[in-house]
C-alpha cells in the first residue's frame, strides 16, 4: 500500500504542530516500505494506550487495539503469544509507559518479547491539560505543578537498558529520516525493541527550539557494546541543557520469550533448575 492508502481518512484532531504528526509520517512510511520488501499488512498489529499518541492508530489501516491506560506492554505480549507470526507494535505515551504502566513496560523488556514499543515522549500529560510526567524536567511549571516540579525526571534509555531490553534508542519526531532508519530497524530486530521519541508538545510543553538545536544522531556509536551504551545514555539526562544522542544506543540478538515459552525444543535445550544449588547459595 502507499502511504496515502495507508491513511483511515479519519478526521485528525491533534493539534497543529504537534510532534505526533512527524511520528505518523515516519511509521506510515515504515509500514509502507517493509510491505514493498514483502511483509504482509495483514499480519501487523498495532497497540496503543490512552493519551493524545494513542489516537495514531485511529489513522492507520492497520489491525489495531486499543489499551487501557499504561497497559500496552502485556497487550502486546498477548497478542505475540498468541500468534507468532504476527509482528506486534505498541505505542505509548511517557505518561503511559513510564507512569501509570511502568512495571508493565519494564518486564516486557526483561522477558524480551518479540514486539516493538514506539514511547511518544512529550514529557507532559497533553490529553488532560499539561500535568507533569516521569519525564518533565525538574522546575517544570504545569497545572498539577504551579510552583514548578520539585522531582528529577527518569532516563529512559538507561532504564530499559539495565532492564534487559535487546534494542534501545532514541529519535526525535522531526528528524524524519533517522525516526524512518530506527523505526524499521526495530520493527525487524528479533526481540524487546524501544524506541523513545521526543516529541515536542506544541500547545503545553513546545520543545522544538531547543530539541532542533541540541539533538543530534550518533555516527561513531558501536550498538553492540553495553558499557558504551550506558555511557552514550548518560550523555543527556533528560534536563534543559546538554547535547542529545539520537539513534540506536544497544542491539543485541537473543532468545525471546515468545519462542522460549511456545518452542518445546528451546525449552527442552534449557540446563535442568538445580534446586538444592540454589538453596545453599541463598544461605
Ligand atoms: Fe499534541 Fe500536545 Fe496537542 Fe496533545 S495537547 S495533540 S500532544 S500538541
Not at 86 to 93: D, P, T, Y
Not at 248 to 259: G, L, M
Request: include cysteine.
Amino acid at each position: 500500500m502507499s502511504t496515502e492508502q495507508l491513511a483511515t481518512g479519519a478526521e485528525n484532531t491533534w493539534c497543529k504542530g504537534c510532534g505526533n504528526f512527524g511520528i505518523l509520517a515516519a511509521v506510515t512510511q515504515v509500514l509502507s516500505d517493509l510491505e514493498k520488501q514483502g511483509i504482509d499488512l495483514h499480519n501487523v498489529v498495532i497497540a496503543s494506550g490512552i493519551g493524545c499518541h494513542a489516537k495514531i492508530v485511529d489513522y492507520l489501516k492497520i489491525n489495531s487495539f486499543y489499551c487501557i491506560h499504561g497497559r500496552v506492554p502485556p497487550v502486546v505480549t498477548g497478542i505475540k503469544l498468541a500468534n507468532r507470526s504476527l509482528k506486534v507494535i505498541g505505542f505509548a505515551g511517557d505518561g503511559d509507559a513510564y507512569g501509570e504502566g511502568l512495571s508493565h513496560l519494564i518486564m516486557s523488556a526483561k522477558r524480551n518479547i518479540d514486539v516493538t514499543m514506539i514511547i511518544h515522549n512529550n514529557r507532559v500529560y497533553g490529553l488532560t491539560t499539561g500535568q507533569f510526567t516521569p519525564t518533565s524536567p525538574k522546575g517544570f511549571k504545569g497545572r498539577s505543578t504551579p510552583r514548578g516540579s520539585l522531582e528529577a525526571p527518569l532516563n529512559p534509555i538507561l532504564l530499559m537498558l539495565s532492564a534487559g531490553a535487546t534494542f534501545v534508542a532514541r529519535c526525535y519526531s522531526g528528524k524524519i529520516e533517522n525516526l524512518v532508519e530506527v523505526i524499521k530497524a526495530g520493527i525487524t530486530h528479533k526481540g524487546f525493541a524501544f524506541i523513545d521519541v521526543l516529541q515536542p508538545c506544541f500547545t503545553f510543553f513546545n520543545t522544538y527550539g531547543f530539541y532542533n538545536s541540541n539533538t543530534y544522531v550518533m555516527e561513531d556509536h558501536d550498538p553492540t557494546d553495553f558499557k558504551k551504551a550506558l555511557e552514550r545514555a548518560m550523555e543527556w539526562n533528560m534536563t534543559e541543557e546538554g547535547k542529545i544522542p539520537l539513534g540506536i544506543f544497544y542491539r543485541q540478538e537473543k532468545d525471546t520469550f515468545d519462542e522460549l515459552i511456545l518452542s518445546g525444543k528451546k525449552l527442552d535445550q534449557l540446563a535442568p533448575l538445580d534446586i538444592t544449588s540454589v538453596l545453599s547459595r541463598e544461605r
